[in-house]
């Protein structure tokens, strides 16, 4: 699908012409189109981003918007292009829908492996008097659009951005490139943020950065950045960028909602959280850091993650974490440890990384210096390690870079593009593992 700038998603496209040729799958009765809705929210568009598809896994999908008054909303989902077969999801998890008023999220579950769905979302502003008076208004429909789910015998692609702070002009560069690579799912490995503190900047920058709709219909995976548990809206977070479907994981790990083990063709993409980049000791955390414990809760997830029959069947294992795994320039910057700039999470590095050798993990992609950098595999480390470059910037010793992974031919490329200089700063060749 092209990628679709926001004005025309919210006019049309030609599935959405195709499907006002073949008539709702609903009712839609007093139903608006999103740019009618304008207006709903006293002048306020009611819908304010596209879609944005997350959480992808073989068997449901996430999909987040933003809204610009009170509302509730849904999806419809179906295998028709026209939406005649569809189902309807509604945002919230519980008795009660959802009601907010800066983003809606709603998560589709049952659904087939490696198969293409089409949706749409409705929003529905919520007039909310009182207890006993609540007025709802009529639903404001995007158009329809679609996706492919995960699954072990689809396409095995992936590309990774990182570090890309808010920066809307680089975005809108790197979700053109990503458009052209067309990976299965791109993995945003952190950092998407500076601090969060203020709402409706960081509804724009999570759900429609570069303005594009980068994610209507291709999902990201997100990972979590350190500067992205920063701000006093931190733990707001959730609203806009949703955790992982709790039927993922077992009951022992139901607070770790970032992490996920997912099959992507002959890919197993593992993403852990390395969270804040200091100790949780540091004064600028205020005594509200509490990652030691969560770290180690990790490593028992990992330790278990890569023994499901899935991920242990696949032939290339690829994990995903921001913080880098590996120190550099011993020495130069001590702050896991000490004061000053931490470049490197040692204490996951202990945790983590005998896991990794013990399991054959081929690639661990890691992020927050802004350089693109390649480790090969070294005496004692099995793996390689990839740290992608700059997605802020546009200095030539900060290159902007998208990281491409793809099987071709057997075997696991990762290729590092350059899009400040249009080059490659990188091309690297993994066998498959031998069975663990
Ligand atoms: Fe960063
Ligand atoms: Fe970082």
Redesign the pocket.
Known sequence: MQLIHRRSFLKGSVLATLAAAQGPAFSAEGAKTAEEGKGAAGGQPLVTTPPALQIPAPTSMGVAWGVGARATGFVDVGRKADLSDARRFFAGDAGLKALDDAALSVRLTDLTPDSVYYYRTGTVPIDFQGAYKILPGEPVLSDIASFRTLGPSAPASFAVIN?T?ENNKAFALLAEKIEALKPAVTVWNG?LCNWLDQMPKMVQNLLNPGLCGFAVSRPFLFVP?N?DYRGVLARELPRLLMTREPAERDSAYWKLGRNFAVRQGDIALIGLDTGEDKPDGRSEWGQLAQFAPYRELQARWLADALEKPEIKAAPFVVAFCHIPLIDDAPGANPGDLEEGYASWQRPCNKLWAPLFEKHGVQLVVT??R?KFRFDAPAAGRSWAHAVGGSGCELKPDRALTVLEGKVVGGQLKLIAHDLTSGTVLGEYTFKPRAST
């Open positions: 570090d702070h950092d950045g500067h992020a927050h802004h």
